[in-house]
């Protein structure tokens, strides 16, 4: 009785808390767009996250996610920022439709002007899981503690500010539907209809089949890693809420088999063309492999092998620049995270003999995912700054590692609570009372969670080149740019240029390009016959303006002239067909 008391005095006071740190996260997240998303100026600092709002406004104020180009009909399909194709005029999405289409219908609800929040409130509530999800394996008080580290952690806040990307709204679906999956595994009801196997295994379906559709690509390290779970339960589970749960799976599934086959030809086909050859080629080596495993053909059955790796290694398969990209992006970036976890994994080991199965389901299933996120995106060259050789929170590596960094907290807040658990058998704690025990444990991880925070707060403003700070002020600098450039251009024009599709679209058409390539100076002759054409880009030097009147345009009766210097580095100007 005293313990269950205990336990219910414990949860009364963890839920105020819980509810102040999702509180305060939206808020603390969502003011970064509230700040910069203004005064009709709703602009992203990357390609990914300006077609996510682009379809995702579309798909909640029209129901659709095509845009028709006319001109891309003369053009062969150039005209059209990063992060969308064009196939006959018809723009579409590259990356995956999840965020789309499930921000979009929420956006139908509430409002578009909301889009631009809904990872923040997300966030917040991932917070909330991620307590419930700890809790159920490492028990109360390392739930709140990792729940207190979560909601500061950088990457988690900045691609929750910087809000459509897909990485902070999977994270949080799979949390709540790993939550669920843990319920799901319980002891089965017997003698009457198991209701609560129903809605938990059915939740815990859908959450999962929402965050696969969000970043489908996960399945890589999240297949295995559910099939150890699952392993490990499968006596509990039994048959039936496994096909419940797969059931909710496909339903989640089913809105982007229909979207895919509309626009790509095929239910399991996406954006991205790269990945559909890997699709079929899996497929098809998959088959084969089945077929011939008992064939005696060692030769061949290698070969198959090698084939699938290199297929679902796309872009290659590189442990040296893996374990690199770890030291860059964890290690040396999160030492505050990183060893401490390194110490708490060793502190949980040392117990061994009291470990569970559920503990070993989840360090078997951490271990093994975190080994194939860290060499498939580790074997990435990632360089999404223009310069690479800054490390900074802004390179993918940072998103795509969110579970691995998620999954390190509860073995740095076991390190914490061991290092300041005073417990009575301690022959320092028999010199204190009670209450001097309690409040000094209290008053040392209050200490060593408010520094994490200091450090976590301060490095997602200010510590790097990509700081949400530094960001805002990029952000803030760019409203000038545009105004300027819109004021200059024509409602129907397209602005030819490198950086700045982000930017200019949808209001204006774009073009990725420059003029090295004949093929592409061509196809702007065909639109300088229809449309008014600009190209927006660093400022020529003298000689190099010289040289494209004089060379390189000329060929295709086109010629060159300044309009007007935009910034210290950025000049707009006017594509002409020569006189």
Known sequence: MHDKLKNLITDFWHWPVLIILAVGFFIGAGSYNYFVQKDDFIKWSSPDETANYTFTKLYAQEGKLQVFEKYNLYAKDIIRPRSLRSDFGIMKPVSFLGIILIFGSIAKLIGSEFIPFLTPFFGGIGIIFFYLFV??????????????LLAPFPVFVYYSARSMFHNVLFVVL???????????GRKRMVGRFDWRGFSVSALAGLFIGLAIIT????????????????????RQIGIFRLIIFFSFVFLAFSPVFYFNQGLYGSPIFGGYAEMNTSISSIKEASANLAMHSFSGQPSY???LLVKLRDNVFYFGFHPEHSFKMVYFYFAKMFPFIFWPSILGFLVF?????????????????????????????GSWKINDNPDPNQMTIGNSYTRYWLPVYLGAFPFVSLLILRLTDFKAKNHIAHEFSYYARFFSSLGLRVAAIGFIFYISINFVLRGSDEGLLNTYKVQRAAKVEYDKVLSLTENNSVIITKYHDKLFFPERKVIMGLFTDDNMNREYANLARLIPVYYYNFTFPEKDLDYLNAKRLPPFGLEIKEVEKISDAFTLYKLDLKK
């Open 135 to 148: 809790k159920e394996l490492f028990g109360r008080r390392n739930a709140l503690v990792s729940a207190l």
């Open 174 to 184: 799979l949390i709540i539907g790993l939550y669920f999956s843990v319920l799901m």
């Open 215 to 234: 970043r489908t690509s996960e399945l890589i390290w999240l297949a295995p890693t559910l099939f150890i779970a699952w392993i490990f339960n499968i």
């Open 301 to 303: 059955l290698k070969e």
């Open 349 to 377: 080991l040392y117990n061994w003999r009291k470990l569970k199965k559920r503990h070993m389901a989840y360090v078997l299933s951490y271990l093994i995912a975190s080994a194939i996120l860290v060499f498939y995106y």
